[in-house]
């Protein structure tokens, strides 16, 4: 099996770490390291990677000043408690940037709200 780990950019990666742990409702805990974060399922797959802006010589990672953060990515989280992980998001931002609405196109509920550093984050009933 192949699996795809998605990298952003942050400007703290404990801070979006414990955002994002917020958000799915996982246990509080910090990341390994200071410049490095997984955010992981309880079975050990890898969610999300978060990396410390200008840490170690990626070229797209180098500073959120070359680009704005989450230009031409969405971050697409499918969830199997939508209404917990609403309740949560409504927690951690002022308003979410689309409430939850049915998609059509995948007959899902889904809302959206931007994360500590800018970037659009859809959030996806799995079921």
């Known amino acids: 099996m192949t699996r795809t780990?998605?990298?952003i950019g942050v400007a703290d990666?404990?801070?979006?770490?414990?955002?994002?742990?917020?958000?799915?409702?996982?246990?509080p805990?910090?990341?390994a390291h200071d410049y490095f974060?997984?955010?992981?399922?309880?079975?050990?797959?890898?969610?999300l990677c978060?990396?410390?802006?200008?840490?170690?010589?990626?070229?797209?990672?180098r500073s959120a000043d070359l680009a704005e953060p989450g230009n031409g990515?969405?971050?697409?989280?499918r969830v199997d408690d939508f209404d917990r992980v609403l309740s949560n998001a409504r927690t951690l931002v002022d308003q979410l940037a689309e409430e939850p609405r049915l998609?059509?196109?995948t007959g899902t509920l889904e809302f959206a709200l931007r994360d500590l550093d800018g970037y659009y984050v859809m959030v996806s009933a799995l079921t």
Do not use: E, M
């Open 37 to 47: 974060g997984q955010l992981c399922d309880d079975d050990g797959t890898v969610l």
């Open 13 to 27: 990666v404990a801070r979006s770490f414990r955002w994002y742990r917020a958000l799915l409702g996982q246990l």
């Open 29 to 31: 805990g910090d990341p």
């Open 73 to 77: 990515l969405l971050l697409f989280l």
């Open 5 to 7: 780990w998605t990298i």
């Open 103 to 105: 998609n059509p196109a």
């Open 50 to 61: 978060l990396h410390k802006w200008g840490s170690h010589d990626h070229p797209t990672l």
